[in-house]
């Protein structure tokens, strides 16, 4: 069976060891099974409004124009647009098993070739002619049957353009018709012209049938009986005559002729242009005499194209009298089986059944019985190799992990759309060129769209494959392989009926055995899920149709589109929901509790994405918010519309100069850029700006030269992945400062910037941090300047950049500025060992402040905690960053990471910014994680900051008010059991006695699939310079805490994780929520105390200890408040597209730690 591909998620592609960067998380990643079918049916050859294609002058996929044959040949046919856009996006697509069907296609070669014939003796002749004309009487003719199609039930336009509503069989409408006028007794035809009369006809309409393959109804309407005259023409002949003489009657032509036919004499020039001076008509009543010449027989060729059927060596030769001369070309038909036009045979349930592209014949007929026991693999459709159908292609037995992308590329030969001349007609075809210089055309249409019928195939084939197939998938039915069909129609259901009506039922139902095929160990299905894609708007108002196909299937709605880029953007869509998505990220939800922003990435590809989710646009009945919900993707809009500026800078011990990260400034950054050892970036044998000019070139676009430079990046995906940063919700200034504190007033500031946007920023590992506004569309992105010489790198392999979480503060600006401002303050996790600030004021004018760095300063994993304190009378604010992370088991890492430092946000000089570092434990210890600052008697001024280190301490800064930070005080204040390292800042809050409460988990980030160390979470009475443990939860051996807590209404919660090893959790572990009382006067906390709102009964349920979540690393928590009601919300290091809802729960609806609740 399929190859097991275990990969250090976020370690394996790295050059230096992932250790370095503290980045274990080992997931099984299976590659994803996915069979694209591939609508085939008569309408894919019209265009997106359901009319016929003709043939004419369009521009193809190469950008050359020419005349193109109609139908799906041409480039506006839906069948040239739903191949050019799945060509374009599988081209791309890396790690998906493809498969690909049709419906039902049977081959009929068929060859064309070029013949002559010789021409017949022509024997000596003399005659002479003339035209003769007479009125004809027609009666009871009628008008028709005319027809017209309309996705309405009750009204149609007629042939005329007029519209006709509430319609039903036997509906009449009067109509004036043009006919021609006999002029009174006169037997002449009219002066000059023909004249003509205006009579009035009553139409009425005699059916109204619904066309399943159109989905449109056809009306047939016709007039009632009438009669009219016709004028008629004919030329009569007399043999050996040697001249018309003097073309007077009876010389040598009568009057009259049989059949009451007439003519006129020359000199009844009255009469010479009856047609109203037609050229062609002209002098038509005159006698022309006319002289033949014999000649031998085969004197000259006729020369004609001919179609025989069979192999080409017996088609394109002499056969009988026609001499073959070429060239000869292919047009063998592909054809629907079943249908009314030979070769297509009837239906019949049992010999005959509707079907997809994967079928064997046995004597005109493709019964079950007939069919292969095992559906999984079917014979391949390789072009040229089985002559029933070149259509069906299975995902591969074997992963295209190993990147080999063999199904992919036999696929775009079927989508390829190369334009082949016809050398007849000399028209352009792009239908099927399978065999080069084909041209092919699936000339016979098909006049089903069997949707319901080939989903039932698709589950004997996925079902083959997952449960008797060698074996079977032994991860598919641990629910660990993701199994999609993607279903592209541009019609509905046409060859299911009920009671003579299509059974639009029998698609959906079909769908949902597809998803029911394998069920969770909760009975939930997880089986094969079926997305749908609607192309054209022949679907009419029945659109509710494929969204139930969709939903039944698993994938919520489907899509629906009308032209190309849509199409593409579908594809694209479904792809990325396809991929297995991973993140560390946190959700955040906006200051005013409507909107929720969550990132990740979706690999292969490290495809970032920045999801927007608001809740009042989300059924409140829904716990689980996934990509459909989404009011927006930001890196999906990167795609389609484009980046924002991107800066960086140069020269960073004071104010840094800001540049356009633009290959015109190449020169500018190239040392930068192309640091030394200089390397030929674009391999012209040189090393010059123009490698500069690459790098900044494939950064802001990966798939540059045909993603010759994308490394493992996507090179259609132009946002980098967004793995441990979590969103940053900035909107105008909301912070209550007294005004008599600072030189100009904070209210001022407010009150000018209180129609400032609110922007979402966020780093990703494309070297970025990026800014994005409420729509989702990028405003613009820094590189900082350390990390410009890693930016190279990409081309070849996966690094980190700016992965940690930035933080931002309103601040006073007071050397030389004396102004307030917005600024952001981010480390870079595993992209290396500097902080940076960006003064984000005005989104519109980014400003670059700093970026600082120590020779101690480890990998800055830190979230920047920022607050104001006062120092020597004024009053200021810094930032309280941990040393980082280095590798505690190398020594030469000893004293780098083992300190704490203070950083003055305002100062310019590099060297003068750091105003303290506190060293913290011994030379090997450690301190990643981030800080929590806290005010203690609520004046606006940090009076401590607490933090914990790789050794298990809870250190606290102690301030207390005093000025000079060289009197702040490094407390230890707690030493935890077993020495377990504390990876994520602690939560702080003040309870009911006055005493400051210390909440803080143990869990090793870097030893994730160890299964003995036993964890604890503490609650720790800070008691001034020492810590007192109140209570301690002991965790399950393994499980660790990951994240951050959350502190609310008297409850503490946190999330675990533990590393199973179970087949069943694909080796991703088991989530937990932990909810635990916290302490209160008379009331010691630890206690069970997840309380649950039964909404059934409207009561609280019991309280637990904790929940579990299932698979993946779950988030830190974050309360969402919905209504009336409060819920906990949480993402996982999988599925990381999706937010999901705990609760209710408890609560007034405010998280009371601002740690993962963003205060803008």
């Given at each position: ?9 976020f370690?394996f592609l790295?050059v ?13 990643i299976r ?10 049916s008569s ?7 359901g ?9 193809g996929?190469?950008?050359?124009s ?29 790690s998906?098993?493809l498969?690909f069907?049709?419906?039902?296609q ?7 070739g070029r013949?002559r014939?010789c ?5 000596d002749?003399?005659?002479c002619?003339?035209r ?18 309309d996705f309405s ?7 005329w353009?007029?519209?006709h ?10 109509r ?13 035809p009219?002066h000059?012209?023909?004249k ?16 399943p393959?159109?989905?449109y ?9 009438y009669?009219?005259y ?12 040697n ?7 009876k010389?040598?032509?009568?009057r009259?002729w049989?059949g ?14 009856p ?10 009543w ?9 000649k031998?027989p ?13 192999p080409?060596g ?10 073959y001369?070429?060239?000869?070309y ?6 629907y089986?079943i249908?009314s036009?030979?070769?297509a045979l ?21 019964p079950?019985?007939?069919q ?9 459709g390789v ?15 074997i ?14 030969i079927?989508l390829?759309?190369?334009p082949?001349e016809n ?7 792009t239908k099927l060129?399978?065999k ?7 000339t016979?249409e098909?006049?089903y ?12 084939y ?12 032994a ?7 993701g ?13 299911r009926?009920k009671?003579?009506?299509p059974?639009y039922d029998?698609a ?6 597809l998803?029911?095929l ?5 009975g ?11 192309f054209?708007k022949?679907?009419g ?13 698993g ?12 199409l593409?953007?579908?594809?694209q ?15 955040v ?6 909107s929720i922003?969550?990132?990740y ?5 490290w ?12 059924d409140?009945a829904?716990?689980i ?7 927006w ?9 484009g ?6 800078w140069?020269?960073t ?19 930068d ?11 012209d ?6 490698d ?10 990966p798939g ?21 940063s979590?969103?940053l ?14 030189p ?19 780093g990703?590992n494309d070297?970025?941090?990026h800014a994005?506004?409420e729509?989702?569309r ?11 010489g ?10 980190f ?6 933080r931002?503060?309103?601040v ?6 004396d102004?307030?401002k ?22 519109d004018?980014?400003?670059?402040l ?10 800055t ?10 120092l020597g ?28 430092y ?6 310019e000089?590099?060297s003068k ?10 030379k ?5 994680g981030?800080?929590t ?9 940090v ?7 790789l ?20 407390v ?5 059991d077993?020495?377990?390292?504390i990876f994520?800042p ?8 006055g005493?400051v409460?210390?909440?803080?988990g143990?869990?090793?980030e ?5 299964k003995?160390?036993?964890n ?17 939860k002991?965790l ?11 502190i609310d ?10 590393y ?9 572990g088991?989530g937990?929520l ?5 302490t ?10 997840l309380t ?5 009964t ?7 200890e904790?929940?579990?979540l299932?698979?993946?690393?779950p ?15 949480y993402s996982?290091?999988?599925r990381?597209d999706e937010?999901?809802?705990i609760?209710p729960?408890p ?9 993962w609740?963003?205060?803008?």
């Amino acid at each position: 069976m399929k190859r097991m591909a275990i990969f250090i998620l976020f370690g394996f592609l790295m050059v230096t060891p992932s250790i370095v960067f503290g980045q274990s998380d080992l997931f099984e990643i299976r590659t994803p099974n996915v069979l694209i079918i591939f609508d085939t049916s008569s309408s894919m050859n019209m265009n997106v409004d359901g009319a016929p294609v003709g043939a004419g002058l369009a521009i193809g996929v190469d950008g050359q124009s020419r005349v193109y044959e109609g139908g799906g040949d041409h480039p506006q046919s839906k069948l040239f647009m739903a191949k050019q856009a799945l060509r374009s996006v599988i081209s791309g697509l890396e790690s998906v098993n493809l498969g690909f069907a049709t419906y039902g296609q049977r081959r009929q070669e068929k060859w064309r070739g070029r013949f002559r014939t010789c021409k017949a003796a022509v024997p000596d002749r003399k005659w002479c002619e003339k035209r003769y004309w007479r009125w004809a009487l027609t009666t009871g003719a009628v008008d028709g049957p005319r027809y017209a199609n309309d996705f309405s039930a009750n009204s149609f336009q007629d042939f005329w353009g007029t519209v006709h509503k509430g319609v039903s069989v036997g509906y009449r409408f009067k109509r004036t018709q043009v006919v021609w006028d006999k002029d009174g007794s006169t037997p002449l035809p009219p002066h000059s012209n023909l004249k003509k009369k205006n009579i009035d006809l009553w139409y009425e309409v005699k059916s109204i049938t619904y066309i399943p393959e159109y989905n449109y109804y056809q009306y047939k309407y016709q007039s009632d009986p009438y009669d009219y005259y016709t004028y008629e023409e004919k030329v009569q002949s007399i043999e050996n005559c040697n001249s018309c003489g003097s073309d007077k009657e009876k010389n040598p032509f009568p009057r009259t002729w049989t059949g009451g036919f007439r003519t006129y004499f020359a000199g009844e020039d009255e009469y010479e242009n009856p047609y109203g001076g037609d050229p062609s008509k002209k002098n038509w009543w005159s006698c022309a005499s006319n002289l033949q010449v014999g000649k031998p027989p085969c004197w000259d060729y006729d020369y004609s194209w001919r179609t025989y059927s069979g192999p080409q060596g017996t088609a394109c030769k002499t056969q009988g009298t026609y001499e073959y001369v070429g060239p000869c070309y292919e047009v063998s038909e592909y054809y629907y089986p079943i249908g009314s036009s030979p070769p297509a045979l009837p239906f019949d349930p049992v010999l005959r059944p509707h079907t997809w592209s994967y079928f064997k014949i046995k004597e005109n007929g493709w019964p079950e019985s007939s069919q292969p026991a095992e559906y999984y693999p079917a014979r391949t459709g390789v072009p040229e190799i089985d002559n029933n159908n070149f259509f069906f292609i299975n995902f591969p037995e074997i992963d295209d992990s190993l990147n080999n992308y063999q199904t992919r590329e036999q696929i775009k030969i079927l989508l390829d759309l190369t334009p082949v001349e016809n050398p007849e007609t000399k028209k352009w075809h792009t239908k099927l060129p399978v065999k080069t210089g084909s041209v092919t055309s699936n000339t016979i249409e098909s006049p089903y769209t069997p949707l319901a019928d080939s989903l039932r195939l698709a589950r004997k084939y996925f079902g083959s494959y997952i449960f008797t197939y060698k074996g079977g998938d032994a991860p598919t039915q641990a629910n660990c392989r993701g199994n999609y069909i993607i279903l592209l129609t541009d019609g509905l259901e046409s060859a299911r009926f009920k009671d003579g009506q299509p059974d639009y039922d029998a698609a959906p139902e079909e769908a949902r055995a597809l998803y029911e095929l394998v069920k969770d160990k909760h009975g939930k299905p997880c089986g094969v899920k079926t997305y749908v894609i609607g192309f054209g708007k022949g679907l009419g108002d029945n659109l509710a149709v494929l969204n139930n196909i969709a939903e039944k299937g698993g994938t919520g709605k489907a899509y629906l589109t009308d032209n190309v880029d849509n199409l593409k953007n579908a594809f694209q869509e479904i792809f990325e929901a396809i991929k297995d998505n991973y993140s560390r990220s946190n959700p955040v939800i906006a200051k005013d509790g409507k909107s929720i922003y969550k990132g990740y990435l979706s690999f292969p590809g490290w495809n970032g994405h920045l999801l927007k989710y608001e809740l009042d646009k989300i059924d409140e009945a829904k716990n689980i918010f996934r990509y459909e919900d989404r009011t927006w993707d930001a890196g999906q809009l990167m795609n389609a519309e484009g980046r924002g500026p991107v800066y960086t800078w140069t020269q960073t011990k004071f104010e840094p100069t800001e540049v356009d990260f633009v290959t015109l400034n190449a020169g500018m950054l190239a040392s930068d850029l192309n640091r030394s050892p200089e390397l030929d970036i674009n391999e012209d044998g040189k090393k010059d700006n123009q490698d500069a000019q690459t790098i900044i070139s494939f950064i802001l676009d990966p798939g540059l030269d045909d993603g010759k430079y994308k490394g493992a990046r996507s090179g259609n995906w132009k946002l980098g992945d967004i793995y441990h940063s979590t969103p940053l919700v900035v909107g105008p200034p909301s912070m209550n400062i007294p005004d008599n504190l600072f030189p100009k007033k904070y209210s001022k500031f407010r009150e000018d910037r209180k129609n400032r946007p609110t922007m979402v920023y966020v780093g990703a590992n494309d070297g970025m941090l990026h800014a994005f506004g409420e729509d989702g569309r990028e405003r613009f992105a820094v590189i900082p300047k350390n990390l410009l010489g890693k930016l190279r790198n990409l081309r070849t392999d996966h690094q980190f950049f700016v992965d940690s979480s930035p933080r931002a503060y309103d601040v006073y600006l007071s050397k030389g500025k004396d102004e307030w401002k917005t600024v952001l303050v981010s480390g870079l996790r595993g992209g290396g060992n500097y902080y940076f600030a960006v003064d984000v004021t005005d989104p519109d004018n980014p400003n670059v402040l700093w970026e600082q760095t120590d020779s101690r300063m480890g990998y800055t994993w830190s979230r920047p905690e920022i607050g104001r304190v006062r120092l020597g009378g004024k009053e200021k604010f810094v930032a309280f960053v941990g040393g980082g992370y280095s590798d505690p088991n190398d020594p030469t890492f000893d004293n780098v990471g083992n300190t704490f430092y203070v950083i003055d946000i305002e100062e310019e000089d590099s060297s003068k910014r750091i105003l303290r570092r506190f060293d913290v434990g011994g030379k090997s210890n450690k301190v990643p994680g981030g800080a929590t600052a806290f005010d203690r008697d609520f004046d606006g001024r940090v009076d401590a900051v607490y933090f914990g280190d790789l050794q298990g301490v809870l250190w606290k800064i102690k301030i207390d008010g005093q000025e000079d930070v060289k009197n702040w005080q490094l407390v230890k204040l707690f030493q935890s059991d077993g020495g377990l390292p504390i990876f994520y800042p602690p939560a702080v809050t003040k309870n009911n006695q006055g005493k400051v409460l210390v909440y803080f988990g143990q869990g090793d980030e870097l030893n994730l699939f160890e299964k003995t160390s036993t964890n604890s979470f503490y609650e720790i009475w800070d008691k001034g310079t020492e810590g007192e443990k109140v209570w301690r939860k002991q965790l399950r051996p393994g499980e660790k805490v990951l994240s951050a807590s959350l502190i609310d209404n008297n409850t503490v919660y946190f999330t675990t994780w533990e590393y199973t090893g179970i087949e069943g959790e694909c080796g991703k572990g088991m989530g937990r929520l932990y909810g635990l009382t916290t302490t209160r006067e008379g009331k010691t906390g630890g206690l069970a105390g997840l309380t649950i709102l039964d909404t059934d009964t409207n009561l609280w349920k019991p309280p637990v200890e904790s929940l579990e979540l299932g698979r993946g690393i779950p988030s830190a928590p974050i309360i969402v408040v919905r209504g009336k009601r409060q819920w906990i919300a949480y993402s996982s290091s999988i599925r990381s597209d999706e937010v999901r809802l705990i609760g209710p729960v408890p609560g007034g609806g405010r998280a009371r730690l601002k740690s993962w609740r963003e205060v803008f």
